[in-house]
């Protein structure tokens, strides 16, 4: 069965730091574009990062607030994304999903598009001091 887990969410404080896992079952995550998404309390859910298939290069995509912060990356043999998070700040705090995402036309770059409405628990990062 097809599926997306997050994990690794936690309370951390400002400046510090945090890997998210999104481990995959049922499918070759490299065969997909996965982007990471966060929704915070009243906020809409927006991207922050995404990753190409391998197919596609494997191009990475960042939101302009976590460039230089965030790293988004895949390991094959685990099967899994992960979103390493530098430098947090307290507006990073949100829940954060893992979920297919779609290719820009012509392009090999993933952008912030979800190619289905299906959406993971998530995993609760909270910044605080």
């Known amino acids: 069965q097809w599926n997306l887990v997050e994990s690794g969410g936690d309370l951390v404080q400002p400046g510090g730091s945090l890997r998210l896992s999104c481990a995959a079952s049922?499918?070759?995550?490299?065969?997909?574009?996965i982007g990471w998404f966060r929704q915070a309390p009243g906020k809409e859910r927006e991207g922050v990062a995404c990753?190409?298939?391998?197919?596609?290069?494997?191009?990475?995509t960042y939101e302009d607030s976590v460039k230089g912060r965030f790293t988004i990356s895949r390991d094959n043999d685990k099967n899994a994304v992960f979103l390493q998070m530098n430098r947090v700040e307290f507006e990073d705090t949100a829940r954060y999903y893992c979920v297919p995402v779609r290719i820009a036309p012509r392009s090999s770059r993933c952008i912030f598009q979800t190619v289905n409405d299906s959406w993971g628990q998530g995993t609760q990062v909270t910044v605080s001091s």
């Open positions: 049922g499918f070759t995550i490299s065969g997909y574009s």
């Open positions: 990753i190409s298939s391998a197919g596609n290069g494997g191009l990475r």
